[in-house]
Structure formats: structure tokens, C-alpha cells
């Protein structure tokens, strides 16, 4: 029994002794020192990431790099490749169309900010407690959701010259309209004021979102120290609203870049003496009317650099402006 006891109580003292002794590392697993689930993780973060980067090869990388070297071509889309140099680019210097049609598109740009100080008006009217209130903007946001193809017909029945109701409006006024689509004068215009009233109810929605947002106590504020309307709206709402602004003055810059759909369906031949082709216009007109297709994307290439060049200005002002303050 004496023995057997300290046979146990040795037993027992030993296993306690190897139990404070720290154990060696194990050795790390083979396979790169990962374990079987972290490798698996590994291998479906590749799959679903590799969807995306396949997309961006596919769809966007590779077109670009084909356009490059297509405006480099003379290539009608359908027979092959005659490889021309810079020629389509030097072609361009003398293209007077293309400078017509650019000069168009910039100018289309105009409404720009008229869009933007119209849809300002709206946010701050609709951010007041009136009657109807939801339905005024939803009757705002109907055209923003609306075929543009559609409302480009309506608009261009609306201009007509001989029954339009713009002109039926303005004779009620005593004033006589013009043939607004067929004039070189008032074309351009024309596409302005429908291109603003399409994107008002969208600006307006951006607007009233940023107007809401902003904190009660900043009013309050400056209430207290006799800021009057005019006041807590320039220190206050402008200031608060600018990332909504800059957002707004980018894409409607490369949105209106790229206006082609009104200019397709309410001036089908580019209006009076090319007064309403736009750059988009005239570059399908040169690639799917006169099969250009390696000039047509020269011009392309050159269109997308000026965006690109603008669009660059415009986050080196806000990174500029974001540090003023007001």
C-alpha cells in the first residue's frame, strides 16, 4: 500500500512538473503555413474578385486599347485595318464640322448652371411646409424617370413654329415666337431649355437631401446673432451643400459631353447650318452614316481627353476651394 502510494504520488508530482513546462511550437502546417479553411477563404476572395477585374478587362481595358489603335486606321467597321498613322488626327485640324460641333456641345453647357441655381430654388421651396408638398415633387421627378426619346418628340412639337404650344404661350403674351428648331438663332437655346427642365427634379432631389441634412443648431446659431435670410443662406447652405454642387457640375459636365438623343430626334440633319450637331452626333453621323469608323474614333479619343482634362480641373478646384471658409 506504501509503495503504491508513492509510486501515484510520483506519478502525480511528474505530470504536474511536465505540465508547467512549456511546450516546443508546433511545426507549421504544410501548404505555405496556412490551415485547409484559411486556404479556402483564399481561393473564393480570388473568384469573387476576379469577377470584376475580368469585367474591367473585358468590357472596359480592352475597348479602350482597340479604339486607340482603331483611330490610328482607316477602317469602315466591316473590311479590314489599313493602318494610317496620326493621319485621322491631323484630318481633324482642318475638320470644320468637328470644331462646329464642339464648339455646340460646350455651349450646350450653358445650362449647366442655370440647371443648378433653378434646382437650388426648388430644394430650398420644397424644403418648407406647404400643402401638396409631395406632389409637387413628384411632379418634379416625372421627367427625370421618363423616356428622353419621348420627351425629345414632345419638345420638338412643342417648338413648332406653326401650332406649338411655346408659341401659342408667347402670342398670348403679344409676342411673336420664332421657328425655334429651324433658326440658327434660338436652336441652341431651344436644347437648353429642354435639357434643364429634364434634370431639374433630379438636382432638386440631390439638393433637398444635402438641405435637410444640415444641422438646426447652425440656424439657430446664427439667428441669435442677427444673421438675417440672406445671410444663413450664403454662410450656411451654400457651404453645406458644395459636395452636392460639385458632384452635380462633374457629371451634368460629362453627361452633357455626350448629348445625343435630342439632337438625333429634334434636329435629325444637325439643325440649320450644323447650329445643333453636337460632338456625339457628329462622330456617329462620320462612323454608322459614312462607315469612318477609324476617323469617327479619333474624334472619340479626343472628346474623352477634353472630359477627362475638365473633369481634372474641376476636383483640383473643389481639393482648392474645400479649405476656404466662409
Not at 37 to 60: C, N, S
Not at 110 to 130: D, E, F, H, V, W
Not at 205 to 212: E, G, N, P, S, T
Amino acid at each position: 500500500m506504501t509503495t503504491s502510494s508513492a509510486t501515484t504520488s510520483g506519478s502525480t508530482a511528474t505530470t504536474g512538473l511536465r505540465g508547467s513546462v512549456t511546450e516546443p511550437p508546433r511545426k507549421a502546417p504544410p501548404g505555405g503555413g496556412t490551415s485547409r479553411l484559411h486556404r479556402q477563404e483564399q481561393k473564393w476572395a480570388l473568384i469573387f474578385v476576379a469577377a470584376p477585374v475580368i469585367g474591367y478587362l473585358a468590357f472596359t481595358l480592352y475597348p479602350v486599347l482597340f479604339a486607340a489603335y482603331a483611330s490610328l486606321t482607316q477602317w469602315n467597321g466591316l473590311g479590314p485595318m489599313r493602318f494610317v498613322g496620326l493621319q485621322n488626327y491631323v484630318n481633324l485640324l482642318g475638320d470644320e464640322y468637328f470644331r462646329i460641333s464642339l464648339f455646340n456641345t460646350f455651349f450646350y453647357m450653358i445650362g449647366i448652371p442655370i440647371g443648378l441655381a433653378l434646382s437650388l430654388a426648388l430644394a430650398l421651396a420644397m424644403n418648407r411646409k406647404l400643402y401638396g408638398l409631395t406632389a409637387f415633387r413628384t411632379i418634379y421627378y416625372i421627367p427625370v424617370i421618363s423616356s428622353l426619346a419621348a420627351i425629345a418628340i414632345l419638345w420638338q412639337w412643342a417648338y413648332n413654329g406653326d401650332f406649338g404650344l411655346v408659341n401659342q404661350f408667347l402670342a398670348y403674351l403679344g409676342i411673336d415666337g420664332p421657328n425655334w428648331l429651324a433658326s440658327t438663332t434660338w436652336s441652341k437655346p431651344a436644347i437648353i431649355i429642354m435639357a434643364v427642365w429634364k434634370g431639374l427634379g433630379y438636382s432638386m432631389l440631390l439638393y433637398l437631401a444635402a438641405i435637410q441634412s444640415v444641422p438646426r443648431s447652425l440656424y439657430e446659431a446664427a439667428e441669435l446673432d442677427g444673421a438675417n435670410a440672406w445671410q444663413r443662406f450664403r454662410a450656411i447652405t451654400l457651404p453645406m451643400v458644395r459636395p452636392v454642387t460639385f458632384f452635380l457640375v462633374v457629371t451634368n459636365i460629362i453627361a452633357g459631353a455626350q448629348i445625343f438623343t435630342e439632337i438625333n430626334i429634334m434636329t435629325p440633319t444637325g439643325g440649320p447650318e450644323y447650329s445643333t450637331a453636337s460632338a456625339v452626333w457628329h462622330i456617329w453621323r462620320q462612323a454608322f452614316r459614312y462607315q469612318q469608323m477609324g476617323y469617327a474614333t479619333a474624334m472619340a479619343i479626343v472628346l474623352g481627353i477634353l472630359i477627362l482634362i475638365i473633369t481634372l480641373i474641376q476636383f483640383r478646384l473643389n481639393r482648392r476651394n474645400s479649405f476656404v471658409i466662409d
